[in-house]
């Protein structure tokens, strides 16, 4: 009786024909030298590089693009790190090579910093997985998206591929509010028209909207008073804190934000006050956020937490009706952006990902990516996976399959094949 075909044999009958249909382009599947790509994601995730301390891996791959033959002077570096307001070590790392066709530019980038967890980790290869040896994280994310980038320059000087002009970009701080790409130099990127980052799980899976984001500082200051003797004198922060936060839930402004068509989300993460349990509390700090992939809608809902605090403010009185005072800052870390699908660079990642035999899946995201603030600078990048799972945990892996179809995916791009 004839066995059946399992989902893995398709798959792999899929990919030979896409090699045998690329080869006539010069890509096939086998091409790219596996070996090299994931000693270079094994190094990368040994090197440590927490968000403002980046310079080692950034001279790292400064030394490995010239090794690969990329001229010293394609290679530059921004002020990014001088205009954040975390500091850092170093700025965005930018290369800048001429294209041997007339094509227009790509850009091709992914984030050189790791979570402070991954810092010291020892990455451990056991068949198709990559783990932490210790309790560390793996800095997958994202120097898996380093090597990817780094494997598709590699592999196209090396075969003396024909490409377009290219922009590689690796940037700092993504972990820390995207301060890298915020305060990117975008006028050495020499404007790219096709742009694509690595950043992620799935190689199939194109990244091509995310929400926008607006971090809410706020500050309530209330009026001491001892707590046993005389607590009628005193208005405490915590009560005016907690009479917002639960109209804000009441009302169906905290957590999950649906209003008719309109979605988004808020959240109270951090709150600090007080330091005895005999004083009427006189200040609380509370760190929120409120995110939505419709800027107006995100909006109302920062504007629905500073209505409940400022009630919140009123309402609560000392016995001789003097009230607290409130203290409310925004910060939108980062817009929300959303790329037609029938655009250019969708259809060159799709492309890319069906010449490798796998199925391209469209999609926006609920968190913040470097893409947020390059299509905010003018350059919309659509985001790719590269194998990474569990990130910013000790049971962080990196799925060896994944990430080399990734680096096959990033190569066809910059030679131009999709």
Sequence with gaps: MARATTRFEHQ?????????????KGITMQSIDKSKAIHRVMELMAIPGQSCEESKVATWLREELIRAGVPKSAISSDTAHRRSPAGGQVGNLIVKLKGNIRAPRRLLMAHLDTVPLAVGCKPVRKGDLVRPAGKTALGGDNRAGCAVVLTAVSEILRRK??????????????????RGARFLTA???GRPELCFNWDGSDPASLIIGAVGATNLSITIEGIASHAGAHPENGVNAAVVASLAIATLQRDGWHGLVTKS?????????????????NVVMPDVVIEAEARSHQPAFRKRIVKEYRKAFEAAVRSVTNITGKRGKLTFEEDTRYEAFSIPESSACVN????????????????DCDGGLDANWISAHG???VTLGCGQAGIHTVDETLFIPQFLDACRIATAIAANVA
């Design 12 to 24: 792999q009958h899929t990919r030979l024909i896409a090699d045998q249909a690329s080869e006539e």
């Design 161 to 178: 591929l024909p490409h377009p002009p290219l922009t590689l970009l690796f940037t700092v701080q993504e972990e820390i509010g995207l």
């Design 187 to 189: 006028g050495k990127l």
């Design 261 to 277: 068509k309109k979605r988004g989300a808020s959240n109270v993460g951090a709150i600090n006050g007080g330091a005895a349990t």
């Design 348 to 363: 060159v990642a799709k492309a890319a990902v069906r010449q490798m035999g796998l199925r391209p899946l469209p999609r």
């Design 379 to 381: 350059y919309p990048a």
